[in-house]
């Protein structure tokens, strides 16, 4: 039996329902913006829960109370699905309201915080549909999604271009779909024609749409012509735009050649001049699954110029690399007897960003698998420990082998002194002349207790820790000299605050000045394990994890750092961590590793444990642009609504007769006709106009009759009117609007 569908479910498909299932594609970019705050069960829920709304939206016009009901239960269905529940068994009594209240209550506080999120999320979509059946209401609801997404996108680590592009095609989808609707109720010839062919619709529309969205796709990149909202906003207020390197991110210069920051936590190439403060950025960066948990060593850096790090000239660097059976020289080598670990490091790369180094923990002794576009390119530099490539490439996924030391304390104070060493370490021991003396003279004061180098490196580690607070978003209004004074100056003795960057170029430098070979080291924090975060929001056992913490860590933007490592005979570059709030893990000899101190980690140090004291700058700028959609928002509604209309019409005729405001109003009739397309000549009357109109138009020819009718009686008449004439010509002009 062939089932037939009546053309007219067509018709309801496209003009009645279709703009439903377009608010849901716009609700879903807007909740992107939370994709590194929410978990993925509320994705996964909100991805299903849409699914049901849509079908139930295209199936069913009215009815709003069934398929609210329906949806209402699939949020229900998706959570436990989705989440683990625990059922606590039936209330004792349904007639004891205690007994059933405490039933609601234990099993109704496991839908939380999914609920709220779904049931607010799924709720707007609804408001959007609704705000968006008339055409004004859907210009609307398209500019100011798109206005919020430009500003989250501008003040925030996230990238929103895709979502914003998805909203443009949805919304000129949806002025298509209200356009049909339009000429559906103003020319239903034309209409009924068109429906026979609706390929002769949908095919140019969709070759248009598709047209602008790959323009602005594949459109080259122009040069900025004005600064963003953020930049004047913080200038205005005579404050320095934030720029930064290493945890902060990557410093930008202006055709001007003033540097401007990023204000985004994340991995920088550029250390010529650090400092200033950044916002945390949690978007991904790779996965590394790993036999050690570790830090991932990316660059080394060893001239210190007073405002940031550059490297030496003319490294010794080793080629094909890659494939390479034989392990990787060290520069120096290690002695013989000293313990090293093989650690085994397994790296997806989650971003399609050119990198200028792979991350690995301590010095790689192979690179068994590769995924780039430039295998042939990798360099390894044994005296920097650096895996760098000839020149940036993109990279999918590779695995390396590391040699990390085991650290015997005890031995390494016993080494030799590092101005007996067989190598040239001057590199490691430069400072700028323009260092000023109080610097050395602190360095030499905390650690003139001490009689090793391993124990003088570890006094200035704790000091630092101890001393200072570990803050983003650094004051640099402190700074008696913002232009020439030197960085770990600054630091140490006016701003006293920071992060990464200040106490690992302050550790370095005050190291060097009293004889410390040390260098700069720079790459990502070991991350966060998605499983341990996993059991312990979900309240399983917590099984004590492996020593070594090995696993799958997830390394984000935020977990970009910057540490230290100094030189002891024999046993190489050792790290050490100065940063307030972090530890470098480190495996000791006795098979342990070194953790972080967990009370100061919690509260100073977010890339660590992934909560972040955010910066306020954002503030007030978009609390700002938040005043203003709600401004524009009360001013829209206050359009529509007919109280508001009539309260405005009576402030704006007070004084004027009735047939003044006939006369008023037809004029801004003929205005508003003009604009739909009804062309009127100049050699015209009023009456001639109209009835040409009427001929043309003969479903409103009876309108357009009764308005000159009532128009030549206010015009021409010799009393001023009276109400009745009014309100008759109003409610012709409201059927004529409405009719077209």
């Known amino acids: 039996m062939k089932i037939r569908i009546p053309r007219d479910f067509w018709r309801r498909l496209v003009l009645e329902r279709l703009h439903r299932v377009l608010a849901i594609i716009i609700v879903l970019q807007l909740i992107q913006c939370f994709s590194d705050y929410w978990w993925d069960e509320n994705y996964t829920i909100i991805y299903g829960v849409f699914t049901v709304t849509a079908i139930v939206e295209l199936l069913m016009t009215r009815k709003l109370w069934l398929r609210l009901s329906i949806q209402f239960l699939s949020v229900i269905g998706m959570i436990l699905w989705q989440i683990p529940m625990e059922w606590n068994g039936w209330p004792e009594s349904w007639r004891n309201w205690s007994y059933v209240s405490e039933f609601v209550s234990v099993h109704a506080v496991q839908f939380h ?136 991110g990557a410093q930008k210069s202006s055709s001007s050649g003033v540097t401007k920051g990023s204000s985004l936590s994340g991995y920088s190439r550029d250390d010529r001049k650090i400092g200033g403060g950044f916002e945390f950025d949690y978007s991904p960066i790779m996965t590394i699954t790993t036999t050690q948990r570790s830090y991932w060593r990316g660059e ?86 650096e895996l760098r490539w000839s020149k940036p490439s993109r990279v999918q996924s590779y695995s390396v082998v590391s040699e990390v030391t085991v650290l015997d304390e005890d031995a390494i104070r016993k080494s030799a002194p590092s101005s007996e060493s067989s190598i040239d370490l001057t590199p ?129 933007n935020a977990d970009a750092h910057s540490w230290a490592e100094v030189y002891f005979e024999g046993y190489g570059w050792i790290p050490f961590e100065p940063t307030s709030g972090f530890a470098v893990p480190q495996l000791l000899s006795e098979g342990e590793t070194v953790q972080p101190d967990t009370d100061v980690a919690e509260s100073t140090a977010p890339a660590e444990v992934g909560v972040a004291e955010r910066n306020k700058d954002w503030l007030v700028p978009v609390g700002a642009i938040c005043v203003v959609l709600i401004i524009v928002g009360f001013v829209f509604i206050g359009y529509r609504s007919r109280r508001a209309q009539q309260l405005w019409s009576r402030i704006r005729n007070r004084g004027n007769t009735p047939n003044q405001r006939v006369v008023r109003e037809m004029e801004r009739l003929l205005s508003y006709l003009h604009r739909q397309g009804f062309r009127r000549e100049e050699h015209e009357t009023i009456r001639e106009t109209f009835t040409s109109w009427g001929d043309k138009f003969s479903s409103l020819r009876s309108e357009f009759d009764r308005a000159l009718s009532t128009f030549e009686k206010a015009r021409y008449g010799s009393d001023s009117g009276n109400p009745q004439l009014l309100q008759e010509f109003n409610e012709t002009v409201a059927q004529i609007r409405k009719t077209l």
């Not at 356009?179 to 109720?185: E, K």
């Not at 390929?199 to 012509?225: H, K, N, S």
């Not at 983003?472 to 000299?481: A, C, E, V």
């Not at 929001?537 to 984000?556: E, H, L, M, Q």
């Open 300 to 385: 080394t850096k060893a001239v210190y110029t007073g405002k940031g790090w550059t490297d030496l000239k003319n490294p010794t660097l080793i080629s094909s690399v890659f494939g390479n059976k034989d392990a990787l020289p060290l520069d120096p080598p290690r002695a013989k007897g000293v313990k090293t670990l093989e650690v085994v490091q397994n790296v997806t790369v989650l971003r399609k960003d050119k990198i200028p180094v792979l991350f690995a923990a301590g010095p790689v002794s192979s690179v068994s698998t590769l995924k780039s576009d430039n295998n042939a390119g990798l360099q390894w530099d044994p005296e920097e420990w």
């Open 113 to 248: 915080p999914f609920i709220e999120i779904i049931g607010g999320v799924l709720l707007s979509v609804h408001a959007i549909a609704w705000l968006g059946s008339r055409r004004a209401g859907a210009i609307f609801v398209i500019v100011s999604s798109i206005g919020v997404m430009a500003a989250i996108d501008s003040f925030y680590p996230l990238e929103l271009w895709h979502n914003i592009a998805w909203i443009v095609a949805t919304g000129l989808v949806w002025l298509v779909v209200l356009h049909l609707r339009q000429l559906q109720v103003r020319h239903p010839d034309s209409w009924e024609a068109l429906a026979e062919r609706p390929l002769d619709i949908a095919f140019p529309a969709i070759i248009i749409i598709t047209i602008v969205i790959l323009t602005g796709i594949i459109m080259p990149r122009a040069p900025v012509l004005f600064e963003d909202p953020y930049t004047i906003w913080t200038e205005a207020q005579g404050r320095e735009v934030p720029a930064f390197s290493g945890e902060g």
């Open 428 to 556: 490691y021991l430069q400072l700028p002349d323009s260092l000023p003396k109080r610097v050395s003279d602190l360095a030499k004061e905390q650690t003139a207790s001490e009689t090793n180098d391993y124990d003088r490196a570890r006094k200035l580690e704790k000091y630092l820790k101890g001393t200072f607070t570990y803050t983003n978003t650094p004051d640099l209004t402190k700074l008696t000299n913002r232009t020439n004074g030197d960085f770990v100056d600054g630091f140490l003795f006016e701003v006293q605050e920071g992060y990464c960057d200040y106490f690992s170029t302050s550790f370095v430098v005050m190291a060097r000045s009293i004889g410390l070979p040390t260098r700069w080291v720079k790459g990502y924090a070991t991350g966060y394990d998605p499983a341990a975060m996993e059991r312990e929001r979900s309240g399983r056992p917590y099984n004590i994890p492996d020593v070594a913490g090995a696993g799958t860590y997830t390394v984000r």
